[in-house]
């Protein structure tokens, strides 16, 4: 019977203990979270309302935003996992892939294009923009070209170039002149002007055609003289003067007065209508880009997506220590965490860790049962038992 006691003794002991220690542990447990809210008694709020982390949300938030920064977003990782060069090569590729679609290879025209960026009337523009400067220069070579004398406008280069041609004007005109006066059909010129001559002159003109013989040999004879005329030296030392005389007058002739019947408006209308024929802008401007750069694509990919990608990644690399900073990570986690409902983090923090939970209130309630059970055989020592 004495035995049976001390065994009873024990066990309840040790249920006692476990007890305790399990509802202890579980309660401190739920002390973390619950309540969510304080409670109060009147105007005195009772103690240990809210729970410790609903109370201390404010500082834990605060220490989570430093932690995240401080060590789980911090420069370093953000190098290490974004930019390295697997991920500038399908930044590339995707650039590339992107511009391929909505730019080199699109079915867009460039008219599309100016529409899009708000610039339909640039055709328009663009053809007023070229007929005002035409304007312009016509206006201005109209003023240089009819204002001042020929020697004055002309240029110099122009004016030494007919010069040096003039001794060979002379010879070109007196052998075509050698040549036509030694053919037949300058025989019959000859001819036909001693004809009319003597019949213009009535009976003084037969009395010459007496005494000449008949006017076959009189044509002869004249032949025969013009031929040695234009064959003579002084005949050409006289054209050389003639025309270097001539030459000087057309020199000192205002140039307003050689070009005064010259239409210039219908010559600068003319070249106006060629100009804009030629630009044809608004035809030219309704074909893709694919069409005037079919290499583009490749040239892109080789010359343009890698140096923008670059660029790019080294300034995001230069900034980016600033640009987290900038971000302000830490307030951004400080305030989500402070707006999070504390039930749904219980439960986020419990379905991670509930059965660490259970665990720790089974360990209480076993630490307890042995802690009973030492304080019922102390006790029972104690007894006397």
Do not use: C
């Not at 035995?3 to 002390?31: E, P």
């Not at 995001?316 to 986690?333: F, G, I, R």
């Amino acid at each position: 019977m004495k035995r049976l006691t001390i065994v009873l003794t024990i066990l309840f002991m040790a249920f006692i203990g476990a007890l305790i220690g399990g509802v202890t542990n579980h309660l401190a447990i739920k002390m973390l979270f619950r309540p969510h809210e304080p409670k109060f008694i009147g105007k005195t709020r009772l103690p240990f309302t809210p729970g410790l982390i609903p109370k201390r949300r404010n500082e834990l938030a605060t220490q989570l935003g430093k932690t995240v920064t401080n060590y789980l977003l911090t420069p370093d990782l953000f190098r290490k996992k974004m930019l390295t060069p697997a991920m500038k090569e399908r930044a590339e590729l995707f650039v590339q892939d992107k511009m391929n679609q909505y730019v080199l290879q699109s079915d867009k025209t460039l008219n599309d294009w100016l529409e899009l960026a708000g610039a339909s009337e640039l055709p328009n523009q663009v053809e007023d923009k070229l007929l005002a400067l035409i304007d312009r220069q016509l206006d201005d070579m109209r003023l240089r070209v009819t204002t001042g004398t020929v020697e004055e406008v002309v240029p110099l280069r122009w004016q030494q170039q007919v010069e040096e041609k003039i001794p060979l004007a002379s010879d070109f005109l007196l052998q075509r002149a050698e040549r036509f006066i030694g053919s037949a059909e300058g025989r019959q010129t000859f001819q036909k002007m001693i004809d009319d001559f003597l019949n213009s002159k009535g009976t003084f003109g037969g009395m010459l055609n007496m005494f000449f013989g008949e006017s076959e040999s009189l044509v002869g004879k004249v032949q025969r003289e013009a031929l040695r005329f234009v064959g003579a030296p002084g005949t050409k030392e006289l054209l050389d003067k003639l025309i270097w005389k001539e030459w000087r007058n057309i020199q000192q002739q205002p140039m307003e007065q050689l070009t005064a019947d010259f239409d210039f408006n219908s010559v600068f209308s003319s070249v106006k209508r060629y100009a804009l024929d030629q630009l044809a802008l608004s035809d030219r401007l309704d074909h893709s880009l694919a069409h005037y750069w079919p290499n583009g694509t490749a040239w892109t990919a080789e010359n343009v997506t890698p140096k923008i990608v670059g660029f790019l990644f080294d300034q995001a690399e230069l900034q980016l220590e600033q640009s987290l900073k900038k971000l302000k990570l830490d307030e951004m986690v400080k305030e989500q965490v402070d707006t999070f409902p504390v039930a749904v983090l219980e439960d986020l923090v419990l379905g991670i860790s509930r059965r660490e939970f259970k665990m720790i209130t089974v360990l209480g309630a076993l630490l307890g049962g042995v802690i009973g059970i030492v304080q019922g055989i102390i006790a029972l020592t104690l007894n006397g038992f």
